[in-house]
């Protein structure tokens, strides 16, 4: 709360600074401030013994009359203003890559990562936090994974034609599929300092589309290698 500095009635009477501070009004038909010091208590406690507020140094001008809604206001306006975060959504990853086989496992994964933000709102200092909390994959085939908790995680390139991950999929077609990454963010936002609180909504943002080339493979026996016989089946250059 704001507590009138220097009153008649106060403790702070006998302080040098009293006539210090000016409050002149801020427009040319503003009424004017009033000097103030800001003090804090817990809100849960009846009738509590409040105390200055450390962040605040010294009285500040106050030309608002109910200075403690202004919590309420940055609480109502949060979630727009979190979503106009630019938070980068990291990229859809996937192995192999930019081919990968018809009915083979191609893995996907996300590089999405937490990230930090620092705004002034309605004259405060907001610290924002944009956490992934899920993710939705779209593979471009007509088959999403999601929204799912699974981030995914890079294989070895041994492992890439046979091991199954959770994010994972796998072609039944040839051709080429535009495939997509939506990260659901989760948000915390703090004022002046203050505890974290949950903002109420997410932020969905989708990746760009990157372009997956399906192939399918034919085995046949053969004699010679390619150094061998160049023209063997399945050598660049060989006829069909």
């Known amino acids: 709360m704001a507590d009138t500095h220097c009153r008649a009635d106060g403790p702070d009477t006998k302080d040098p600074g ?23 208590a817990p809100n849960a406690i009846t009738n509590p013994g409040w105390t200055d507020w450390i962040p605040v140094s010294g009285p500040t001008c106050l030309y608002e009359a109910e200075p403690e809604n202004v919590l309420a206001d940055i609480a109502a306006r949060i979630l727009n203003d979190f979503r106009q975060l630019p938070v ?29 933000f620092d705004l002034t709102i309605l004259g405060q200092t907001v610290h924002l936090t944009a956490t992934p909390a899920s993710y939705t994959y779209t593979f471009g085939d007509g088959t999403n994974l999601g929204p799912t908790p699974a981030a995914g995680y890079p294989i070895p390139e041994s492992d890439w034609l046979s091991n199954t991950t959770r994010t994972s999929h796998s072609y039944t077609e040839t051709g080429n599929y535009q495939t997509t990454l939506t990260t659901s963010f989760t948000g915390t936002y703090s004022v002046n300092n203050g505890p974290p609180l949950p903002i109420n909504g997410t932020l969905d943002i989708t990746t760009p589309a990157k372009t997956l080339h399906v192939w399918k493979t034919q085995r046949a026996l053969v004699a010679d290698t390619c150094q061998q016989n160049p023209n063997s089946w399945g050598c660049p250059g060989a006829k069909d």
């Open 18 to 40: 009293c006539d210090a501070l000016e409050c002149p009004a801020t427009t040319p038909d503003g009424q004017e401030g009033t000097p103030v010091i800001w003090k804090e």
């Open 88 to 116: 980068n959504p990291g990229t859809l990853e996937a192995q192999p890559f930019p081919h990968t086989l018809k009915g083979g496992p191609t893995n996907f994964y996300a590089t999405t990562t937490e990230q930090a």
